[in-house]
């Protein structure tokens, strides 16, 4: 009776322990690896190189980034990751850059098929849901206000996040699995760190959404009213002139006279 009752303690402990995950843990404790996905984490772990920046230059660069985006500390992402993340594409990384300072990188790589997301405001250093509101979007808010009186921008910390179930999806430098991925990228083997890069990128998808998916009025993947968006800060979204662009041209090289944005 006693061991039975020891058994039944610990099964009720493993479960309260999975109840607690995340759907983004979840999902990474649900994976079954496949030999594509280890060969691509391979590639990627055994290409990888360490980035030193050097800040004592003999000639000070002309554009100097003032300071890195702090809020990016939290997420478990930049523990490989660069900051600012997106690099790739010399045309729109600027663009996609900008957008890390006010959504987790979950809210647009993690993305299940079979789940509904549910994206609210939170304080990415605590993980407290924050109250929708007007000025959480930093633009103005009509266009008869003054500049002395327009919004002005709020810190990076508070960032449009996915939940599901009142849990955020996304995986935090704080988590335990976070740590134990870091311990392991320092001291693991090699085959270590390739199995645990490719856990935790095969429930994400590497190519975020394109911009039509947020900036869509008719079919947008965030619901702007409920994040606290007033009519005039929606439509300034759905109708951003630069996501239009990258809607419209696709290729690298494509180009626009900046005199159409500032109209």
């Known amino acids: 009776m006693y061991y039975r009752l020891v ?8 479960s309260s322990v999975v109840m607690a995950e995340n759907l983004y843990l979840q999902a990474i404790n649900e994976v079954v690896l496949t ?19 050097k800040q004592a230059l003999a000639m000070p660069p002309f554009h100097k980034r003032g300071k890195l985006n702090t809020s990016l500390e939290y997420t478990a ?6 900051d600012p993340p997106h690099t790739k594409s010399q045309r729109s990384r600027t663009f996609m850059n900008m957008h890390s300072q006010f959504i987790t990188c979950e809210s647009c790589h993690f ?15 605590d993980g407290k849901r924050i109250k929708a509101k007007t000025k959480l979007f930093r633009q103005v808010t009509s266009l008869e ?3 002395e009186e327009r919004v002005k921008a709020l810190h990076s910390y508070y960032k449009i996040t996915p939940f599901y179930q009142g849990e955020a999806a996304v995986l935090r430098k ?3 699995f976070s740590k134990e991925s870091q311990r392991l990228w320092e001291e693991g083997t090699t085959d270590e760190k390739i199995k645990r890069r490719a856990l935790i990128h095969a429930p994400l998808s590497e190519k975020g959404p394109e911009c039509s998916a947020c900036h869509d009025k008719e079919d947008s993947l965030l619901d702007l009213t409920e994040l606290g968006a007033n009519s005039y800060q929606a439509n300034k979204i759905y109708n951003n002139m630069i996501a239009q662009f990258f809607g ?3 290729e690298e090289d494509s180009r626009i006279r900046i005199m159409r944005i500032l109209k």
């Not at 058994?7 to 493993?14: E, N, P, Y």
């Not at 030999?35 to 920046?53: F, G, M, P, R």
């Open 111 to 125: 993305r299940p098929k079979d789940k509904t997301l549910d994206y609210q405001w939170e304080d990415v250093r």
């Open 7 to 14: 058994i039944i303690g610990l099964l009720s402990a493993m």
């Open 145 to 147: 206000e003054k500049p």
């Open 77 to 82: 992402c930049t523990n490989c990751h660069l």
């Open 174 to 176: 704080s988590s335990e």
């Open 35 to 53: 030999e594509q996905q280890l060969v691509k984490s391979q590639e990627k772990v055994e290409a990888h190189e360490d980035i030193e920046v």
């Open 248 to 250: 419209r041209y696709k």
